[in-house]
């Protein structure tokens, strides 16, 4: 198996070297918009084109009711997503986007002053630092400083993961949240295919084994997880083909918050939750997985850890969760699978 620093230097020469555009990519893994919301597709119309050009991303990491945010972009590129952030938190908002390869962050530093006219702000909310995602301290990002961690199809690619996700945090506020796009396993994939240069750069050979990841979450305190949306990932490429084999690939954007009261199963207390409308671009619905869509007024009933995840992080203020902890019904019995064992 080679070393950590063996497989950082061949992930920062395909993504320096190998790719000089989105165009050069071998599958579509690492390069998805679907699912941006329609504010959101306007605010790309006044992106620079050599940023979107040179995007690399499988989701759309961008959760809503951003506004006033100190976001922290993980392996953030040439700065897409960043840009998208600085519009969506607003001139009272920060941005700080980390990434290990400086040709990279050379792009994204030199449109700075293109999107702080774009956006009519005094002064640009955004920086960045070279940096590798597994050691946010070197960028001087202090303790609980940070209202939310994204990540778009780059966590797969480092070779330290827990790092990744302790950092992320360490650096969060209570209630804050991790949301990332990123590509996932149905198996655990080999180490011949894990350090193959190509698949590797490509987001497969780092893919997270879905069990694994949520082993590695329950590791650091975090007992429930979500899945938003997710994809199967369709490889066409024969070389890629015959060196992955049979393993299932999907991308999913995920959500994990820093709340340490989470219990490993959702639990049921009784208790109710009804969404305000006041979420904005959402005055109907507020969709929080993939199995729990709120609609204005209407009441829902709901689990222990779903109500904490309401309640107590910035989506307290368009909620009313009605009921506590003080009497237990047993297991909750909710939708499909998606994140723990009884799918909540």
Do not use: H, N, W
């Given at each position: 198996?080679?070393?950590?620093?063996?497989?950082?230097?061949?992930?920062?020469?395909?993504?320096?070297?190998?790719?000089?555009?989105?165009?050069?990519?071998?599958?579509?893994?690492?390069c998805c918009s679907d699912g941006l919301e329609p504010d959101y597709r306007e605010i790309l119309s006044h992106i620079h084109p050599e940023i979107l050009e040179k995007f690399y991303g499988c989701g759309s990491p961008l959760p809503p009711a951003l506004e006033g945010l100190t976001i922290l972009d993980l392996g953030c590129g040439t700065g897409r997503d960043v840009y998208l952030a600085s519009n969506l938190v607003g001139p009272q908002g920060r941005v700080i986007g980390i990434d290990m390869t400086d040709s990279q962050l050379e792009i994204a530093r030199r449109h700075k002053e293109h999107h702080r006219q774009k956006f009519g702000y005094s002064e640009s909310n955004v920086h960045f630092h070279e940096c590798l995602i597994e050691d946010l301290l070197s960028a001087g990002i202090g303790d609980e400083s940070v209202d939310l961690v994204i990540s778009n199809c780059v966590i797969n690619l480092s070779p330290d993961k827990k790092s990744v996700f302790s950092e992320?945090?360490?650096?969060?506020?209570?209630g804050g949240e991790i949301y990332f796009a990123d590509v996932f396993a149905d198996r655990r994939v080999s180490d011949e295919a894990s350090e193959d240069p190509v698949v590797r750069g490509e987001c497969l050979g780092g893919a997270m084994y879905i069990e694994d990841f949520r082993r590695l979450l329950l590791d650091l305190g975090v007992r429930d997880y979500r899945v938003v949306s997710s994809r199967p990932i369709r490889l066409d490429d024969p070389d890629i083909l015959a060196k992955t084999g049979s393993i299932g690939f999907m991308s999913a954007t995920?959500?994990?918050?820093?709340?340490?009261?989470?219990?490993?199963?959702?639990?049921?207390?009784g208790q109710v939750a009804y969404y305000l409308g006041t979420i904005p671009g959402h005055p109907h619905s507020f969709t929080l997985d993939d199995h729990h869509a709120f609609y204005t007024g209407r009441p829902m009933l709901v689990c222990g850890n779903t109500a904490e995840m309401l309640t107590n992080t910035r989506f307290g203020a368009h909620f009313t969760v009605s009921g506590d902890r003080s009497v237990h019904y047993g297991l909750f019995q909710c939708g499909e699978p998606a994140g723990n064992d009884c799918g909540c």
């Open positions: 198996m080679k070393d950590l620093d063996e497989i950082r230097a061949s992930i920062k020469k395909y993504y320096a070297s190998s790719l000089q555009k989105t165009a050069d990519l071998k599958t579509g893994a690492c992320a945090l360490r650096v969060l506020r209570p995920v959500r994990a918050f820093k709340l340490f009261s989470l219990e490993d199963r959702c639990e049921d207390y």
